[in-house]
C-alpha cells in the first residue's frame, strides 16, 4: 500500500519542531527581559529584526503556518512558502510595532543642541573675558551652564541673554536687548 504524501509526517514534525523553538525563544525572551539579543550593537533597544524576539515570531510564525499547509496536503513547496510569507509578515508586525513604541518614548536628558537659541538669564554676573553662569528652562527643567560673553563684554546678573553656541561645557551667550525680552 502506497501513501499518498509519504514525507508529511517527517515535514510536520519539521514545520512544528520550527515552532517549537520559536515559542520556547518567545517564552524565554519574554520571562528574561532584554537581556537576549544576537547583537546588542546592531540591535539596540530590542525592536530590529536581528532581536531574537523578532527571530522567534518568524520561526513561530513559518512553523505553525507551514504545519497547517501540510495538514491540508498542501506540498512542502507550498508549505514553506506560506510559512515564510507568515513569517516575514509576523517578524515585520513586530519590529514595526516595537519602533512604534520606541518612538513614543522620551527623554528627560539634555543634548548640546537643545540648549541653542534658547533665552536664559544669568545667575553669576559674567566679566569681562571671564566665565558666569546662566540658567534656563529646557524640557521641563532647569538648566545651569557656565557662560561666556561670545562680545567679552561684562554682563550683570538678571539680564537676559541668549545662548548662542556650546564650547564644550560653556555657553556663547550674547545680551538680549529689551525688545527681544
Same mark, same amino acid.
Given at each position: #500500500?502506497?501513501?499518498?504524501? $509519504?514525507? *508529511?509526517?517527517?515535514? #510536520? &514534525?519539521?514545520? /512544528?519542531?520550527l515552532a517549537g523553538i520559536g515559542l520556547f525563544f518567545l517564552l524565554i525572551s519574554a520571562f528574561s527581559g532584554h537581556h537576549m539579543d544576537f547583537h546588542s550593537d546592531i540591535d539596540h533597544g530590542g525592536g530590529g529584526?536581528?532581536?531574537?524576539?523578532?527571530?522567534?515570531?518568524?520561526?513561530?510564525?513559518?512553523?505553525?503556518?507551514?504545519?497547517?499547509?501540510? !495538514?491540508?496536503?498542501? =506540498?512542502?513547496?507550498?508549505?514553506?512558502?506560506?510559512? /515564510?510569507?507568515?513569517?516575514?509578515?509576523?517578524?515585520?508586525?513586530?519590529?514595526?510595532? #516595537?519602533?512604534? @513604541? *520606541?518612538? +513614543?518614548?522620551?527623554? =528627560?536628558? &539634555?543634548?548640546?543642541?537643545?540648549?541653542?537659541? /534658547?533665552?536664559?538669564? @544669568?545667575? @553669576?554676573?559674567? $566679566?569681562?573675558?571671564?566665565?558666569?553662569?546662566?540658567?534656563?528652562?529646557? *524640557?521641563?527643567?532647569?538648566?545651569?551652564?557656565?557662560? !561666556? =560673553? *561670545? =562680545?567679552?563684554?561684562?554682563?550683570?546678573?538678571? !539680564? #537676559?541673554?541668549?545662548?548662542?553656541?556650546? +564650547?564644550?561645557?560653556?555657553?556663547?551667550?550674547? $545680551?538680549?536687548?529689551?525688545?527681544?525680552?
Amino acid at each position: #500500500m502506497r501513501r499518498a504524501f $509519504p514525507e *508529511k509526517g517527517a515535514t #510536520m &514534525i519539521v514545520f /512544528l519542531t520550527l515552532a517549537g523553538i520559536g515559542l520556547f525563544f518567545l517564552l524565554i525572551s519574554a520571562f528574561s527581559g532584554h537581556h537576549m539579543d544576537f547583537h546588542s550593537d546592531i540591535d539596540h533597544g530590542g525592536g530590529g529584526f536581528l532581536s531574537i524576539r523578532a527571530f522567534a515570531a518568524f520561526l513561530t510564525a513559518f512553523g505553525t503556518v507551514g504545519a497547517i499547509g501540510r !495538514h491540508y496536503d498542501l =506540498s512542502t513547496g507550498w508549505s514553506s512558502v506560506w510559512g /515564510l510569507v507568515s513569517g516575514v509578515s509576523l517578524g515585520g508586525l513586530y519590529v514595526v510595532s #516595537m519602533e512604534l @513604541v *520606541k518612538s +513614543q518614548q522620551a527623554s =528627560s536628558l &539634555i543634548a548640546e543642541n537643545d540648549l541653542i537659541g /534658547l533665552t536664559a538669564r @544669568v545667575t @553669576v554676573a559674567i $566679566p569681562a573675558d571671564g566665565i558666569g553662569e546662566v540658567s534656563c528652562i529646557v *524640557k521641563a527643567q532647569t538648566a545651569r551652564r557656565m557662560a !561666556h =560673553s *561670545k =562680545s567679552g563684554q561684562a554682563i550683570a546678573e538678571g !539680564h #537676559m541673554v541668549r545662548v548662542i553656541e556650546l +564650547q564644550g561645557d560653556v555657553c556663547l551667550v550674547e $545680551p538680549l536687548t529689551q525688545s527681544q525680552t
